[in-house]
Structure formats: C-alpha cells, structure tokens
C-alpha cells in the first residue's frame, strides 16, 4: 500500500522567508503527486501536480514542486512567502495501477506566515 | 468555489444515530469521491463513485454507505454513529475516472460531523 509522508507538522516563516515542505511517498511504481492548499475554512484546492515529463513543476501563486524519483520525494518551494500563504499544506499521491483515482494524502503541514 | 457542493455544512447529532450527507459534483463531473478528515486519521479515502457505479473503496466503515444517483449527486449514510466518526467529510469530483490517477479531483467546502 502507499503512504505519504510529511516530515513538518507545523512551519512558522516570517514573511519573504523562503519554504520547503517536505513530502516523500512509498510506493515502487509509477505515481502522480499532488499538492493541496487549505486555507483556514476553506475547501482543498490543488496547487500543482506532476503526471509525467519536467520534475520541475510549477504551480500557483508562485509555488513549484520537484520530483525526484530516486529520493521517492516531491518537495513543495516557493522563494518568498507572505502573510497569505498561511494555510495547511497537503501532499497526495494515487497511482495508475489502482482502478479508481484515490489519493492517498500526508499528514499536512501547517504554515504560519508571519508579517 | 471549486463548483462542487456540500449540504448540510455542519451537523451535530448523537451516538447510535443516522445521518446523510449530501454532494453534487461539478457540472460534468462523473466521478465523486468521499474523504473523512479528522485529527488522529487525517484525511483519508473512502469510497469512489463513477457514473452511479462504486468504483473504488478504501478505509469505509461497514456502519458507512454510499451510493450516486442518476443526477450524478450522492449521499454518503452513517448509521450507528460512534464519538470517533466526528471529523469533516469532504467530496471531491473529477471528470471522469480512467484509473490512471492522471486526473485533478476538485473537493467542496466540507460537511463538519459532531456525534455528542
């Protein structure tokens, strides 16, 4: 079965502080990854995802995510975050081998941006 | 808005009873699925729908139903319900559902459970 895990439960940053949430998963064959943003009362909303090609993905609001298949990670960046970005951070996978499209999600990090 | 809905938004009811929680997917989204968020399990998958077939199953209670109607909207049933069914439930939708994964799920606002 596959698992997610992120490693920073709670990030406090003060605001133009650079991020990195880290996500790694655990599942040998081939993944989709996602990151999604919750901000505080609102739904999931998907910030970027990676299917295939550029492990280099960039999403919005001037996040981007890295794939690296060997570290079985897909980190989530973004050079300068403010106040705005404070929400929870969710990293999911699902693979093509499952008949539906389940995502199986970390832990979540929550970010606090400070002004 | 993501365009997908959630009725009721909260809910707070006792152990032992039965409550539906409603979704209606995107307009043209033919895939719905049901996550329960809750403090020690985080956010987990239950179940799948696609085109009022179950497509996918995952950590669902026996005491937890779903099914999709020919409208494409579905109801998620807890019955029996226990202190440790409270959490937020959410439906997400997709537009169809190949198996591929290669597909963005859109979720609603969430519906917020308490059992007393």
């Known amino acids: 079965a596959q698992s997610v895990s992120q490693h920073n439960h709670h990030v406090i940053l003060s605001e133009a502080a650079s991020l990195e949430l880290g996500c790694n998963y655990s599942?040998?064959?081939?993944?989709?990854l996602f990151w999604y943003v919750q901000y505080p009362g609102q739904h999931l909303q998907l910030l970027l995802k990676?299917?295939?090609?550029?492990?280099l993905v960039k999403g919005i609001k001037g996040f981007e995510a890295e794939f690296i298949k060997s570290k079985f990670s897909f980190n989530l960046r973004k050079p300068s975050v403010q106040w705005s970005d404070t929400a929870e951070y969710f990293c999911?996978?699902?693979?093509?081998?499952?008949?539906?499209?389940?995502?199986?999600f970390g832990g979540g990090t929550r970010l606090m941006v400070k002004p | 808005d993501s365009g997908v809905t959630q009725t009721p938004k909260h809910l707070i009811t006792a152990t032992g009873q039965r409550v539906t929680l409603r979704c209606s997917p995107r307009?043209?989204?033919?895939?719905v699925y049901w996550y329960q968020q809750s403090l020690d399990q985080g956010l987990q998958f239950l179940i799948q729908?696609?085109?009022?077939?179950?497509?996918a199953k995952g950590n669902i209670l026996e005491r937890f139903s779903a099914q999709q109607f020919p409208d494409l909207h579905s109801e998620l049933n807890l019955s029996s319900l226990e202190l440790g069914d409270s959490a937020l439930y959410f439906c997400?939708?997709?537009?169809?559902?190949?198996?591929?994964?290669?597909?963005?799920?859109?979720f609603g606002p969430g519906t917020r459970l308490l059992v007393l």
């Open positions: 307009s043209g989204d033919l895939s």
């Open positions: 997400a939708s997709s537009p169809v559902s190949t198996g591929g994964g290669q597909e963005t799920q859109y």
């Open positions: 990676y299917f295939s090609g550029d492990p």
């Open positions: 729908y696609y085109n009022g077939e179950e497509r």
């Open positions: 999911a996978v699902n693979s093509p081998n499952n008949a539906g499209n389940m995502l199986t």
């Open positions: 599942y040998g064959g081939t993944v989709n």
